[in-house]
């Protein structure tokens, strides 16, 4: 069945740890966001990716880097979490071209201690 | 850039009573208004969405209507039921936008 993937879904660490957070999509889409979001708060668009190759920083700043080397593949990467890191980021995707709904991943809840 | 706002940010109504939430947009341009039902634990999902060219769309108990003069877009939710207690994001964006903006959401609590 075509749907996000994120691991790990939960993750607790320690300050200065490097952490990558996984996500796939088997959608077909060309597009995928992450969003980093405190429980039932504003969603804040962090990174975003057109396609291959293509990254973007978001609106808010964020001390994270992805990378889209596959169309379905899109990790975050947090080189030395802190704990203003702890919160939920939710992986998204959407077809290219044109301006669609956006589906959502599961979610990984980072609490870094 | 665009800003949409939502209001309000907390709403409490009876089973079987309206709900309704709106929303104002910036960018003229935008031409795409996704409205999302977010619920405790779990990844926010699509309920209704209307493109510009329409001003209301219906789907059993919930509508969007939109007022493009106006720049702003509303969702109802007719006879409520327990199940519809979640936080809603309303969106805007356009062809070419990089991204949906989302509004600050709104907690529905729909008291049994």
């Known amino acids: 069945e075509a749907d996000i993937y994120q691991t790990p879904r939960y993750l607790v660490i320690g300050t200065g740890k490097k952490i990558t957070l996984e996500c796939s999509q088997t959608?077909?889409?060309?597009?995928m966001y992450w969003y980093q979001q405190d429980p039932g708060m504003e969603l804040h668009l962090i990174h975003y990716?057109?396609?291959?190759?293509?990254?973007e920083k978001g609106d808010l700043s964020s001390e994270s880097t992805v990378s889209r080397i596959r169309t379905e593949h899109f990790p975050l990467t947090l080189e030395s979490a802190r704990p203003s890191h702890t919160s939920q980021y939710l992986c998204?995707?959407?077809?290219?071209?044109?301006?669609?709904?956006?589906?959502f991943g599961p979610g990984t809840r980072l609490t870094v201690l | 850039g665009e800003n949409v706002e939502q209001h309000p940010s907390t709403l409490s109504v009876q089973e079987g009573d309206s709900a309704v939430i709106k929303c104002t947009y910036s960018?003229?341009?935008?031409?795409?208004f996704p409205w999302y039902k977010q619920e405790l634990g779990k990844r926010p999902q699509l309920i209704i969405d209307?493109?510009?060219?329409?001003g209301e769309k219906k789907d059993q108990r919930i509508a969007v209507t939109l007022n493009k003069t106006a720049k702003h877009f509303s969702l109802h939710i007719t006879e409520t039921q327990p199940e519809d207690s979640a936080v809603y994001f309303c969106?805007?964006?356009?062809?070419?936008?990089?991204?949906?903006?989302f509004g600050s959401g709104t907690r529905l609590q729909v008291q049994p």
């Open positions: 959608m077909g889409h060309d597009k």
């Open positions: 960018d003229s341009a935008s031409n795409y």
């Open positions: 209307i493109r510009s060219n329409v």
């Open positions: 990716s057109y396609g291959v190759n293509s990254t």
């Open positions: 969106a805007a964006s356009y062809t070419g936008r990089r991204a949906l903006t």
């Open positions: 998204a995707s959407s077809e290219g071209g044109g301006v669609y709904e956006q589906f």
